[in-house]
Nanobody, 122 residues
Framework: QVQLVESGGGLVQAGGSLRLSCAAS????????MGWFRQAPGKEREFVAA????????YYADFVKGRFTISRDNAKIMVNLQMNRLKPEDTAVYYC???????????????WGQGTQVTVSS
């Protein structure tokens, strides 16, 4: 069964931190790049961060550089997103996704999780 399951979302005050995790099935994870996206109400889904299979190459959206860190544990078949210095504008549903090649486009990802809500209060 193909699965990506996010966890770790919640409510946090501005300036706080959250760590999102995504548990993947082998088919959605092995030899594939992984990404995090987010979608706020009334807005399009947007790229947040991505990491290649080996884990040595990462991409970040400009608005999270220096605050968010993506990582993966290939032994545990998980990808994580450490989010620090959160801002109210980071409030969104965060999605984990899988792609054959490292990229930032939504359309390039073919497996998606159901999402986890992150709410940052001011």
């Amino acid at each position: 069964q193909v699965q990506l399951v996010e966890s770790g979302g919640g409510l946090v005050q501005a300036g706080g931190s959250l760590r999102l995790s995504c548990a993947a099935s082998g088919r959605t994870f092995i030899n594939r790049a992984m990404g995090w996206f987010r979608q706020a109400p009334g807005k399009e889904r947007e790229f947040v961060a991505a990491i290649n299979w080996i884990g040595g190459r990462t991409y970040y959206a400009d608005f999270v550089k220096g605050r968010f860190t993506i990582s993966r544990d290939n032994a545990k078949i998980m990808v994580n997103l450490q989010m620090n210095r959160l801002k109210p504008e980071d409030t969104a549903v965060y999605y984990c996704a899988s792609t054959p090649l490292l990229e930032t486009a939504v359309t390039g990802y073919d497996y998606w999780g159901q999402g986890t809500q992150v709410t940052v209060s001011s």
